[in-house]
């Protein structure tokens, strides 16, 4: 059974820095390109970044390159989203995802919520 946990989010000011991590199971996750995604209420989800099983693949949206980092360790089936210079518009639920869009095995998603 594929399982999907994230955890890290929290409530930042604006410029702040946020780190989350997904733990996974149930799958082999060294096999798997993984994605970041998020969804702002009422809105579809939309994509964060994503990284290909050895690391050497890796895209960002426009809107966070340069400012969210997204690593993983196969050893330990983590996944990690590094988010510096937060800004009020990242705020949204993030979810860890197994595989691609429409990513329909992702975790229950943290919430970062960016406001001063």
């Known amino acids: 059974q594929v399982q999907i946990v994230e955890s890290g989010g929290g409530v930042v000011q604006p410029g702040g820095s946020l780190r989350l991590s997904c733990a996974t199971s149930?799958?082999?996750?060294?096999?798997?390109?993984m994605s970041w995604v998020r969804q702002v209420p009422g809105e579809v989800i939309d994509w964060v970044a994503v990284?290909?099983?050895?690391?050497?693949?890796?895209y960002y949206q426009t809107a966070v390159k340069g400012r969210f980092t997204i690593s993983r360790d196969n050893r330990k089936k983590m996944l990690y989203l590094q988010m510096n210079q937060l800004r009020p518009e990242d705020t949204a639920v993030y979810y860890c995802?197994?595989?691609?869009?429409?990513?329909?095995?992702r975790g229950q998603g943290t919430q970062v919520t960016v406001s001063s």
């Open positions: 990284i290909d099983v050895t690391s050497t693949k890796i």
């Open positions: 995802a197994k595989g691609g869009s429409p990513w329909p095995e």
């Open positions: 149930g799958f082999r996750f060294g096999s798997e390109v």
